[in-house]
């Protein structure tokens, strides 16, 4: 066998591994269940995420989105009346029934709500808030890496000059953007996005989807949008959701195009 | 549409007339002390501590009193504080999944904050007698602190309530435990309030009469130590009033205007350190 031959296997190799990484799973959500008392909010989910693509979850309000993106990081221990079962597996750790410590998981993804909530503290801070809580104490990475993150949201050049001001200061869109950059500052791998652009101003919300078309080749994310014409401009995988439950998930083309259920078909009617 | 107009005229004046009035109160009940204490106001009141025949008008001051407030208002507002802190954040963080274990503990306190200050100052001068103390700063330290704590930790927890659940959704997803998420975040959060809190406590600790008077006693002396006696400005007031004689009485005026000075100082404080905080923190 000669050297070029090696070579090109190799090269193969690597470039099927990579094909194989992208179309591979990175969150595996089985037989989830949650309940307030008598009200079933999520009704067996099965659900597999693909890595380094854009999942968007579509549905009417009040069909359990938020509820589905909480489970994942298990933001719902903040809510006491929420009985959740069932499992969601993230690199091997079943988020929900680990004995491994929860805010390091937590940590493999960002979240970006709504409206943005900046931490009390300076710009600067809000970004170095999760280096620090991984134990990194080193001053210059951590300045690097805010810098790096600043200037990944596009947002190092409007506020270089006043890092050391507190982020309430900052207009909503801009405070949106560092809540991306504080987000990917602790280096994810999966970004929830809960509607991260309906408080926005258009110019802002456009940003916003930029950095997101940007991001996934590096991210996995998962964007809750009513937006329909933001979910066809950036969804790889589109999953619908009524009244708690997956009705139907597919490529954007699938289903936009060629709807099956009644449900999908009147949400997608009213919702243009 | 027209009767809308005069509706909206009438509520309009009822407002007005019962703003007004709250102020009016006020600056009625500060007329009336300073003009009654102004013959008695000067230095000599508080750079003073009473001297033989103080108290039949004889030469001295207050500063005893004030002295001993200070202290006493201090000492409960920092044990307040240490106990009450944590306190109010066990219920909004670790406490947040049982609404029930919160609601019996809220009202607990909100029953410690009706119980009157003289009920207090009985239970402290019988704890204080069991444990065979006597009247001294540190006993009126401690009865004191009983009596503002309820308020502290309630107001704490207020000012926690208000921070919206998503600054704690964020903080956790960064990866904070709940106890970071405390320290770093809603501790931080929700400062202008906690000094707010910490002043107001403040101002009830010294402004207190009934907690004070079997526990602390009364002395001419500043207390140099914990177990001294400690004399207060509203006691002072209290005897002072009492007296027959014309000139004590014109001082327990202004003793009263003094108190009221120092309150009106820290509710001054209170109002600019939150306005301060809220300004560069709370969007
Ligand atoms: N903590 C809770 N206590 C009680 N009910 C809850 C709680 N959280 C969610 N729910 C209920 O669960 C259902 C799903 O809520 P969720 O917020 O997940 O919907 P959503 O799809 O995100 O809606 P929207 O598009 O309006 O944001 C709703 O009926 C809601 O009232
Ligand atoms: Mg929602």
Same mark, same amino acid.
């Given at each position: 066998?000669?050297?070029?031959?090696?070579?090109?296997?190799? !090269?193969?190799?690597?470039?099927?591994?990579?094909?194989?990484?992208?179309?591979?799973?990175?969150?595996?959500?089985?037989?989830?269940?949650?309940?307030?008392?008598?009200?079933?909010?999520?009704?067996?989910?099965?659900?597999?995420?693909? @890595?380094?693509?854009?999942?968007?979850?579509?549905?009417?309000?009040?069909?359990?989105?938020?509820?589905?993106?909480?489970?994942?990081?298990?933001?719902?221990? *903040?809510?006491?009346?929420?009985?959740?079962?069932?499992?969601?597996?993230?690199?091997?750790?079943?988020?929900?029934?680990?004995?491994?410590?929860?805010?390091?998981?937590?940590?493999?993804?960002?979240?970006?709500?709504?409206?943005? $909530?900046?931490?009390?503290?300076?710009?600067?801070?809000?970004?170095? $808030?999760?280096? #620090?809580?991984?134990?990194?104490?080193?001053?210059?990475?951590?300045? $690097?890496?805010?810098? #790096?993150?600043?200037?990944?949201?596009?947002?190092?050049?409007?506020?270089?000059?006043? /890092?050391?001001?507190?982020?309430?200061?900052?207009?909503?869109?801009?405070?949106?953007?560092?809540? /991306?950059?504080?987000?990917?500052?602790? @280096?994810?791998?999966?970004?929830?996005?809960?509607?991260?652009?309906?408080?926005?101003?258009?110019?802002?919300?456009?940003?916003?989807?930029? *950095?997101?078309?940007? /991001?996934?080749?590096?991210?996995?994310?998962?964007?809750?949008?009513?937006?329909?014409?933001?979910?066809?401009?950036?969804?790889?995988?589109?999953?619908?959701?009524?009244?708690?439950?997956?009705? !139907?998930?597919?490529?954007?083309?699938?289903?936009?195009?060629?709807?099956?259920?009644?449900?999908?078909?009147?949400?997608?009617?009213?919702?243009? | 549409?027209?009767?809308?107009?005069?509706?909206?005229?009438?509520?309009?004046?009822?407002?007005?007339?019962?703003?007004?009035?709250?102020?009016?109160?006020?600056?009625?009940?500060?007329?009336?002390?300073?003009?009654?204490?102004? =013959?008695?106001?000067?230095?000599?009141?508080?750079?003073?501590?009473?001297?033989? =025949?103080?108290?039949?008008?004889?030469?001295?001051?207050?500063?005893?009193?004030?002295?001993?407030?200070?202290?006493?208002?201090?000492?409960?507002?920092?044990?307040?504080?240490?106990?009450?802190?944590?306190?109010?954040?066990?219920?909004?963080?670790?406490?947040?999944?049982?609404?029930?274990?919160?609601?019996?503990?809220?009202?607990?306190?909100?029953?410690?904050?009706?119980?009157?200050?003289?009920?207090?100052?009985?239970?402290?001068?019988?704890?204080?007698?069991?444990?065979?103390?006597?009247?001294?700063?540190?006993?009126?330290?401690?009865?004191?602190?009983?009596?503002?704590?309820?308020?502290?930790?309630?107001?704490?927890?207020?000012?926690?309530?208000?921070?919206?659940?998503?600054?704690?959704?964020?903080?956790?997803?960064?990866?904070?435990?709940?106890?970071?998420?405390?320290?770093?975040?809603?501790?931080?959060?929700?400062?202008?309030?906690?000094?707010?809190?910490?002043?107001?406590?403040?101002?009830?600790?010294?402004?207190?009469?009934?907690?004070?008077?079997?526990?602390?006693?009364?002395?001419?002396?500043?207390?140099?130590?914990?177990?001294?006696?400690?004399?207060?400005?509203?006691?002072?007031?209290?005897?002072?009033?009492?007296?027959?004689?014309?000139?004590?009485?014109?001082?327990?005026?202004?003793?009263?205007?003094?108190?009221?000075?120092?309150?009106?100082?820290?509710?001054?404080?209170?109002?600019?350190?939150?306005?301060?905080?809220?300004?560069?923190?709370?969007?």
């Amino acid at each position: 066998m000669s050297f070029s031959n090696i070579d090109t296997m190799t !090269e193969v190799s690597v470039e099927q591994r990579e094909i194989n990484d992208v179309s591979s799973t990175i969150l595996q959500i089985k037989d989830l269940n949650v309940y307030v008392e008598d009200h079933h909010i999520l009704k067996n989910i099965n659900l597999e995420i693909p @890595k380094n693509r854009v999942t968007v979850l579509l549905g009417p309000s009040g069909c359990g989105k938020t509820t589905l993106l909480k489970c994942m990081n298990k933001l719902t221990d *903040l809510y006491r009346e929420l009985e959740v079962s069932g499992s969601i597996l993230i690199d091997g750790d079943d988020i929900l029934n680990t004995s491994k410590n929860v805010p390091s998981i937590r940590q493999k993804m960002g979240l970006l709500s709504q409206r943005p $909530y900046p931490l009390p503290v300076s710009i600067y801070k809000n970004v170095a $808030y999760g280096i #620090k809580l991984k134990g990194i104490r080193d001053k210059k990475l951590i300045q $690097y890496s805010v810098q #790096k993150n600043l200037e990944e949201v596009g947002l190092w050049d409007e506020v270089k000059d006043r /890092l050391n001001s507190p982020a309430t200061s900052l207009s909503i869109g801009q405070q949106q953007r560092l809540c /991306l950059a504080r987000g990917l500052a602790v @280096k994810p791998r999966i970004i929830l996005a809960d509607e991260p652009t309906s408080a926005l101003d258009p110019i802002s919300s456009k940003t916003i989807e930029e *950095l997101f078309r940007r /991001l996934k080749k590096h991210y996995t994310i998962i964007l809750v949008t009513h937006v329909l014409r933001q979910a066809i401009r950036l969804a790889d995988n589109v999953v619908f959701m009524s009244d708690g439950a997956i009705i !139907e998930q597919g490529s954007p083309d699938e289903l936009f195009n060629n709807p099956q259920t009644d449900k999908l078909k009147e949400y997608l009617v009213e919702g243009n | 549409m027209k009767r809308k107009n005069i509706e909206e005229g009438i509520f309009k004046i009822l407002s007005a007339v019962a703003s007004y009035s709250i102020i009016a109160i006020l600056a009625f009940i500060l007329l009336i002390v300073f003009v009654k204490g102004f =013959g008695a106001l000067n230095l000599d009141m508080i750079t003073k501590t009473p001297k033989g =025949g103080f108290y039949y008008g004889g030469e001295g001051g207050v500063l005893n009193a004030i002295v001993g407030s200070i202290y006493i208002g201090l000492g409960s507002t920092v044990i307040a504080i240490i106990i009450g802190a944590p306190a109010a954040l066990y219920i909004n963080v670790h406490l947040i999944r049982f609404k029930k274990a919160q609601n019996v503990v809220r009202y607990f306190l909100d029953a410690l904050w009706g119980i009157p200050p003289i009920v207090y100052g009985a239970f402290g001068f019988t704890l204080m007698l069991y444990l065979g103390m006597n009247a001294s700063l540190i006993a009126g330290i401690i009865t004191v602190s009983l009596l503002i704590l309820p308020i502290m930790v309630r107001s704490f927890d207020e000012v926690l309530c208000t921070i919206p659940k998503g600054l704690h959704e964020a903080s956790l997803a960064l990866g904070s435990t709940k106890t970071e998420m405390a320290y770093k975040v809603m501790f931080k959060q929700g400062f202008s309030g906690f000094i707010t809190a910490v002043l107001l406590s403040f101002a009830r600790g010294i402004g207190d009469a009934a907690a004070v008077m079997f526990t602390a006693g009364y002395t001419d002396l500043i207390p140099v130590t914990f177990d001294e006696p400690a004399a207060t400005l509203p006691l002072a007031v209290f005897f002072q009033l009492s007296s027959p004689i014309p000139e004590v009485r014109e001082r327990a005026y202004a003793s009263a205007a003094i108190l009221t000075i120092m309150i009106l100082v820290i509710s001054l404080v209170a109002r600019f350190v939150s306005h301060r905080y809220s300004k560069s923190n709370i969007n």
